[in-house]
């Protein structure tokens, strides 16, 4: 599914701030694979996340997709085979327009016809369908302006906008980490129901040992750029948050 | 009477601006400078074409003519990367002079003796008051301009460059191409600039090459006043209001120099203290309110 091969990117290079986000870093994601990410600050987990949706190109290395080199490819186009959540709830929606609106705009990257109704009533009513499945309400409030909504509430949008379009991979930077615990509960509930359902292949980036290990089926450390470990099947099982946090302390004393 | 049905001709026809200020303004929430440069734009093709003997020619020609300045703008803002604000400059600029050339290498142009869109209109309909009728054509071309403006912004088109405005991030995630959104919408907006400059100067009858200074300013004022009776609510109201707006700064602006309140030359000041005055609104009260709360605080450790 994705593959990054020798992946390096150096920031600010030949000046005194040098600083070497991904160093030669590969990594290979299969079909339905929910991986969790972890890593110190700074270790180059969301530079990893912006290489392959195309914020900043490759000093080396490439990403392919689904078959498709995407090195090189305008982020926009890659938008359409990958679903991308913000840690900050206010960034994957816009405020001044409602939850029907926001829907359509994420919904409507198949299409075509640019002219057409933004939403249309068949539209309307599978939002519907698919919101009040979170079981939050937000059904009969689709006229809303999504500035009105909680945080939890409008990741939850976002999370239902990122996926409605079926992508093939989603990548999520830390998206519970500014929720309060029910709501962050509620959303990983959401987003695991969603993965399994539609068979994506995702990566989430978190802090959370706990959470790194009762999600996914992998679970990879960064550091420095590079990956550190790299657990799946018998061994994740075993794996302790108590033996994964000792490994961040490690790091540290090198 | 006179004073009340001009100003109500001014406002619709300058209303077709402030919906070009409307779309880069709020909807965009980019301001853009180069309304200035294609109002006159409009005004110089469709003077110069209502003089050949071509009104209507004339007015699409504004139409175009201005999206085009827009689009210049836009893609200086996108694909170059100039700041916005310069980019409307230097269109601005630029077309000060592509806009004497339009003239005929002319500073001013008079329309007198050339029939136009609105001594058509009032020759075809002998019975009616000739202000009523100029006031239906302004109100026509505005319901015109209004309708379009408002289905556009409900297609999925209009979703993506309404998105673009309001949330820059979002957008750069998705799969829409927000370069093509700023252009369009700067287009759009000059468009509709354009517009209103063609049909201003077929109303007036003549065209100067300084029409459009400080333009922008009074398409922000009549923005501003709009919201002032409407809200900040839906685009299509948004629209409406705009309309409304530029309808009331007109009426405003009538009465004030009816009344001897300030003289004409003092008329662009006015307007840019308006602007000023809604604009710095919201830090005044954050000011003011925090002001209070300091107070309040005070007299609480005291007590
Ligand atoms: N656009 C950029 N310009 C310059 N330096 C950058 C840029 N993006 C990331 N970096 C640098 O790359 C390194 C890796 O940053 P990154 O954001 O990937 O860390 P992270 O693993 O996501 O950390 P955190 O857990 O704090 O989110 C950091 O040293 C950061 O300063
Ligand atoms: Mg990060």
């Known amino acids: 599914m994705l593959v990054v091969e020798r992946a390096r990117k150096t920031f600010f290079k030949d000046t005194p701030n040098e600083r070497v986000a991904l160093d030669g870093l590969s990594l290979r994601l299969e079909e339905g694979e929910f991986l969790t990410l972890i890593g110190s600050n700074g270790a180059g987990k969301s530079t990893l996340f912006n290489a392959i949706t195309g914020g900043f190109l490759l000093d080396e290395g490439s990403i392919t997709l689904g078959g498709l080199d995407i090195t090189w490819l305008l982020p926009h186009k890659r938008a359409l085979m990958i679903g991308y959540l913000f840690q900050n709830p206010m960034k994957g929606t816009a405020p001044d327009m409602s939850i029907e609106e926001n829907l359509a705009l994420a919904y409507s990257r198949r299409k075509s016809w640019p002219l057409r109704r933004g939403v249309s009533k068949e539209d309307g009513s599978f939002f519907r369908d698919r919101l009040a499945r979170f079981e939050m309400g937000l059904e009969d409030r689709m006229k809303d302006k999504v500035g009105l909504l909680s945080g939890g ?29 029910a709501a962050a509960k509620k959303i990983m509930r959401i987003t695991n129901d969603i993965v399994r359902e539609q068979r994506l292949a995702a990566m989430m980036i978190t802090h959370n040992a706990q959470q790194a290990l009762d999600f996914g089926t992998r679970t990879v450390m960064l550091e420095g750029g590079r990956i550190i470990l790299d657990i799946s099947g018998e061994e994740r099982e075993r794996m302790t948050v108590a033996r994964l946090v000792e490994h961040y302390s490690e790091l540290r004393v090198l | 009477m006179v004073l009340f049905a001009g100003s109500l001709h001014l406002g619709l026809i300058y209303g077709l601006m402030a919906l070009g200020i409307y779309v880069t303004f709020r909807i965009l929430n980019t301001p853009d400078l180069t309304t200035d440069g294609s109002f006159t734009l409009g005004l110089a093709a469709s003077a110069s074409l209502t003089v050949l003997g071509m009104p209507g020619l004339g007015i699409v020609c504004g139409i175009l003519f201005g999206a085009l300045a827009g689009g210049v703008t836009g893609f200086l803002q996108t694909k170059m990367d100039i700041h916005p604000i310069l980019s409307g400059i230097l269109t601005m600029s630029a077309l000060y002079t592509v806009n004497l050339y339009v003239l005929g290498d002319r500073s001013n142009l008079s329309l007198l003796g050339s029939p136009h869109l609105f001594s058509a209109a009032v020759a075809s309909l002998p019975g009616v008051p000739r202000d009523v009728t100029r006031f239906f054509v302004a109100l026509l071309l505005c319901l015109v301009c209004f309708a379009f403006l408002a289905w556009f912004f409900g297609t ?148």
């Open chain 1, 153 to 181: 509430q409008r990741q939850a949008l976002s999370l239902l906008m990122s996926t409605i379009a079926r992508p093939r991979l989603l990548l999520l930077d830390e998206h519970t980490a500014a929720l309060d615990p």
């Open chain 2, 156 to 303: 999925h088109l209009g979703l993506c460059i309404r998105a673009t405005g309001d949330n820059d991030d979002m957008v750069r995630a998705s799969s829409i191409d927000v370069d093509a959104m700023r252009i369009i919408a700067t287009a759009l907006s000059n468009a509709c600039v354009g517009f209103s400059g063609a049909v201003a100067a077929q109303y007036q009858g003549y065209a100067d090459i300084s029409s459009g200074v400080g333009m922008m300013v009074v398409g922000l004022a009549s923005v501003i006043i709009g919201e002032v009776f409407f809200g900040r609510r839906s685009v299509t109201i948004g629209f409406v209001s705009a309309i409304c707006g530029s309808v009331v700064y007109r009426l405003i602006i009538a009465l004030a120099l009816k009344s001897n309140f300030f003289p004409a030359y003092a008329l662009k000041l006015v307007s840019a203290l308006i602007v000023i005055t809604a604009l710095s609104l919201p830090a005044l009260k954050g000011r003011l309110r925090l002001a209070s709360a300091r107070r309040e605080a005070r007299r609480h450790a005291r007590g």
